[in-house]
């Protein structure tokens, strides 16, 4: 029992660093022009949140895009009313990692290509410069992340048959929470969505877990998102602190909504007879994860302007507008701390 453990969390733990070495690769290779590009195409609160969209697809991280924007914010590059569509648009471009792991992941056996991808990455970080050694590094996470999914879902496999997840049933309204918490908890220890959620998509392709309970996980993981938002925003100015309420709110709005209305329609669509009956319970997953960060958009989006005037008023300014472009937050994207500084 102690190896499935050591293999899971180990698989876990490569997830993780695969993740944080591609993220950080990719931000420090288009961070200046991120920068530039993410000021220019915010115009409106749609083209914000489509922004917000793209910027998280290419860092492959939720949590660096709203850290990036509370320093643009802090910076001036950025209106508070710009970040909200942007902060809404990372909820839902972070969902394109579960989509990645239940098409590609759990679905062909990557782990065999995840080796030489690891070792070509490493040549390139230790023989090149500049640029190309940072594309090394983005090769490298790329490869360790389908490596650790191989290893959570042989560690998944082999507690398929140990482990019985049956007391954490969804008879009832109390159940439910608990596993909401549970996913929520799970993203907290991990510090990654995206982490909990592979490892909730690894349970249920191993039958450990079944739909609905993988459903409620990723909720509360989604849920958990906002941790490292608000440890960035304590102590931080108003506009940081502004910037992850939006988070907050509209991570528990759609929560929410999710917990309500989607799940039941996602199980009644599941059934057999219905639209999705056909599809791959992690596909499944994959696409309610998605309907639900776009249904709180669907909800939000048109109320930004109220939004934006009630967190003013929630969390008023008396800063300097000196020290305003001085936050922390915005040292987890050198371009941005640059352009704060200067």
Do not use: Y
Request: proline share 2%; glycine share 8%.
């Amino acid at each position: 029992m102690f190896d499935v453990f050591a293999q899971l969390c180990g698989g876990i733990g490569l997830f993780l660093l695969g993740m944080t070495l591609m993220t950080d690769g990719l931000k420090d290779i288009a961070g200046e022009s991120l920068r530039q590009w993410l000021g220019r195409f915010t115009g409106s609160p749609l083209k914000a949140m489509s922004s917000g969209i793209i910027f998280t697809l290419i860092v492959q991280s939720s949590t660096a895009t709203t850290l990036a924007t509370i320093g643009f914010v802090s910076a001036g590059i950025l209106t508070f009313a710009q970040s909200v569509g942007v902060i809404i648009g990372a909820n839902i471009g972070t969902t394109s990692t579960g989509w990645m792991v239940a098409l590609l992941g759990v679905k062909f056996s990557i782990g065999k290509f995840a080796l030489p991808l690891i070792a070509a990455g490493a040549l390139l970080k230790i023989l090149a410069q500049g640029r190309l050694a940072l594309t090394g590094l983005v090769i490298a996470g790329f490869g360790l992340i389908f490596f650790g999914i191989e290893l959570l879902q042989v560690a998944m496999s082999s507690l398929a048959n140990r482990i019985d997840l049956s007391i954490f049933s969804t008879q009832n309204f109390f159940s439910k929470l608990l596993l909401v918490l549970i996913g929520l908890v799970m993203t907290v220890i991990l510090q990654s969505s995206s982490a909990a959620i592979t490892t909730t998509i690894t349970a249920l392709a191993s039958q450990i877990i079944q739909l609905e309970q993988a459903l409620l996980l990723v909720i509360g993981q989604n849920i958990g998102t906002v941790a490292t938002a608000v440890l960035a925003a304590i102590g931080a100015n108003s506009n940081a602190q502004r910037t992850a309420a939006v988070h907050v709110i509209f991570n528990l709005s759609s929560a929410t909504f999710a917990f309500l209305i989607l799940i039941p329609f996602f199980l009644w669509l599941s059934h057999e007879g219905h639209l999705l009956a056909s599809w791959d319970s992690v596909v499944i997953v994959a696409a309610f994860h998605t309907a639900f960060s776009l249904c709180g958009a669907v909800l939000l989006m048109p109320f930004i302007e109220q939004f934006k005037h009630f967190l003013t008023w929630l969390i008023p300014t008396d800063e300097d507008s000196l020290i305003q472009s001085l936050d922390e937050s915005s040292l987890s994207v050198p371009a941005v701390a640059v352009a704060n500084a200067e």
